[in-house]
Structure formats: structure tokens, C-alpha cells
């Protein structure tokens, strides 16, 4: 019995990452252990701080501590907007709007590093980001987003367009939900991002609802 017990355990095959977890709006005190908790799950793939209005020194700050624990836990991180920046602390990449700068020269700051573009649902905007060797596309909004209420509207026909001409890896966004996910990874998504729902989840705590995703 204990040698089948034994196979048994070695058989369960370990949680896909299919996690691109973006930062809430604002950083409190907690948000460090909560984070460190979520990511124990081992479920995400990426972390991306995403903050508005915010000093450089602040941000500066909040990424030191932000970076030992995506460290910890092998998840790479993200920092929103500010490629310069990125390349500064050392970030393994950066993700970038269509308003946030000149891709190419992004390209040139980061190097290696990772740069991910938002395409909204634009073949488009997804070719341009690709021919700017973008490492992933970013499509969405796919749902209703309080993080983004207004954000562009995005459809399923663009990820099976994405899944079969573009050979990079598919980010989705907006309103994502433990009820609504499986059906953008059947239609070509690789990672899923979200916010709200684990951040802003009036009924589960953080290290809960990110045990939604596997």
C-alpha cells in the first residue's frame, strides 16, 4: 500500500501557471503578506504593478519589497508603464499601452527583458506589436471591468485569430472571473489577468480566490 501511496503522489501533476495577477490600485501595508500568501498557491506565472499617479520614489520603494517576494516564489515580475524605470530596478519586464512611449525604443531599454503590449481587439495592433518583437499581446477587455470600466471591448474571434497567426504567448483581460475563464483558454488564451477578483473580492480573501484558477 505505502508504494502505491507513493506513485500516487508523484503522479499529481503540478498547478499549470496560467496566472498574470495585476496589482490593486493602491498598496497598503497588507498587500505585502497577502501577496506572499496568493502566490503560495503557485498558480501565477506573472505579477504586474500597476499604479497610477504615484511617485517614482514610492514606486521605487514598493518594488524592492514587491521583488524579493515574486523572487521567493519564481514569478516574474512586471512593472506597468514605465519601461525606463523597469530597466532601473531590475524588473523582469515591462507591460506597455498603446500610449505609454515608442515600442521600439522600449525594446532597446529592456534588451532581454520581457515587453508585453496591449492590443485592445485590434489584429492590427497585435501584428505591430509583434513585428516590435514584443514577448506577449495582451487582448481584453473581455468582460465588464471595474478596474477598467471603460475599457475597449474585446471579442473571442481574436484570440483563435491570435492562437493561429501569431506565435507569441496571449494575455487576456478585463472582469476575469473563476466563472467566465475557461472559455478564453478554450479560445486560445495562455494566461488570464486579473485584479478585482482577487484583490477586491468582497466574499473570498485573496489566498482564497486565487485558488479559483487551475
Not at 496589482?23 to 505585502?32: A, D, L, T, V
Not at 520614489?57 to 519564481?74: E, P, Q, V
Not at 471591468?145 to 491570435?162: D, H, M, T, V, Y
Request: charged residues 30%; positive net charge; aromatic residues 10%.
Amino acid at each position: 500500500m505505502v508504494g502505491k501511496f507513493r506513485k500516487r503522489i508523484c503522479s499529481i501533476t503540478p498547478l499549470k501557471r496560467l496566472v498574470y495577477l495585476i496589482s490593486p490600485n493602491k498598496i497598503n501595508q497588507s498587500f505585502y503578506v497577502n501577496l506572499n500568501k496568493v502566490l503560495s498557491f503557485k498558480n501565477v506565472k506573472f505579477f504586474q504593478l500597476r499604479l497610477k499617479d504615484v511617485s517614482e520614489d514610492r514606486i521605487l520603494n514598493i518594488c524592492k519589497k514587491i521583488k524579493k517576494i515574486t523572487s521567493k516564489h519564481k514569478v516574474k515580475f512586471i512593472l506597468n508603464d514605465h519601461f525606463i524605470l523597469a530597466s532601473k530596478i531590475r524588473a523582469d519586464g515591462c507591460h506597455m499601452g498603446q500610449l505609454d512611449g515608442s515600442f521600439k525604443f522600449a525594446r532597446k531599454k529592456l534588451k532581454k527583458k520581457i515587453l508585453g503590449v496591449t492590443c485592445h481587439n485590434s489584429k492590427t495592433l497585435a501584428k505591430k506589436a509583434i513585428n516590435n518583437k514584443a514577448d506577449y499581446v495582451a487582448f481584453g477587455s473581455f468582460f465588464k471591468s471595474r478596474l477598467k470600466p471603460k475599457a475597449k471591448k474585446a471579442n473571442l474571434g481574436i484570440l483563435r485569430w491570435a492562437k493561429k497567426e501569431i506565435n507569441k504567448p496571449i494575455v487576456v483581460i478585463g472582469g476575469i472571473n473563476n466563472l467566465n475563464y475557461k472559455k478564453l483558454i478554450n479560445s486560445g488564451a495562455n494566461y488570464i489577468a486579473i485584479s478585482s477578483f482577487i484583490w477586491d473580492n468582497p466574499k473570498l480573501k485573496p489566498e482564497i480566490a486565487i485558488r479559483k484558477f487551475k
